[in-house]
Structure formats: C-alpha cells, structure tokens
C-alpha cells in the first residue's frame, strides 16, 4: 500500500500562486509516472500534469506556460507550482501514482479555491 500526501492547497486570489506537494510512502524513483488531477464540482476529474520516471512532463493545455510539475526523488515528493491562477482552476487537486496502466494510488486531495 502506497500513501500520498497532498499539502498546499488553499484560497488564493486570481493572478496569484500556490505550490502543491505530494509526498510518497515509498521510494518514487522507479515510479512510472506521477502526476496532478483536478475535480471541480460537478465535473469529472481530469488530468492537469503528469511527469514520468524519466523527467518528461505533460500538462492540460489550459495550464500550460502557468504551471510547472517537478519531482524530487530524494524527499519522495512531486510538486504543482501554480501561477497566474484563474477561477477556473478552483477544484479539489488530487496526486496519482501510476505504476502500471492498471495499477496505481491517489491522494486524499487538496482544496484549491481561486477567487475573482
């Protein structure tokens, strides 16, 4: 069983910035990928950022150029540094490690509310 830790969440205004963690139980070296999730209520959770064992990130095209997701093997942590922040971002941000295409764990999530 793999825990993750999602911190950093909060009520920011627009334009602002947050940096969400995610610290793993486990070592996350060999972790196929890690990546950053967001549900808005009443939506479906939906992909926001992905970075792979190997360093090559992806993001949802409505964050690109504002957010940045990083890992550091050595705390066992993968990060979300968001900036610009817009309302649209509000949602609950979950952390997800997948280490197969059928086998993976999630956070319990973080609350990020973005006022205008």
């Known amino acids: 069983q793999v825990q993750l830790v999602e911190s950093g969440g909060g009520l920011v205004q627009a334009g602002g910035s947050l940096r969400l963690s995610c610290a793993a139980s486990?070592?996350?070296?060999?972790?196929?990928?890690m990546g950053w999730y967001r549900q808005a209520p009443g939506m479906q959770r939906e992909l926001v950022a992905a970075?792979?064992?190997?360093?090559?990130?992806n993001y949802a095209d409505s964050v690109k150029g504002r957010f940045t997701i990083s890992r550091d093997n050595a705390k066992n942590t993968v990060y979300l540094q968001m900036t610009s922040l817009k309302p649209e971002d509000t949602g609950v941000y979950y952390c997800?490690?997948?280490?197969?295409?059928?086998?993976?764990?999630w956070g319990q999530g973080t609350q990020v509310t973005v006022s205008s």
């Open positions: 486990t070592n996350i070296f060999s972790i196929r990928a």
């Open positions: 970075i792979t064992s190997g360093g090559s990130t």
């Open positions: 997800n490690a997948e280490f197969s295409a059928a086998w993976g764990y």
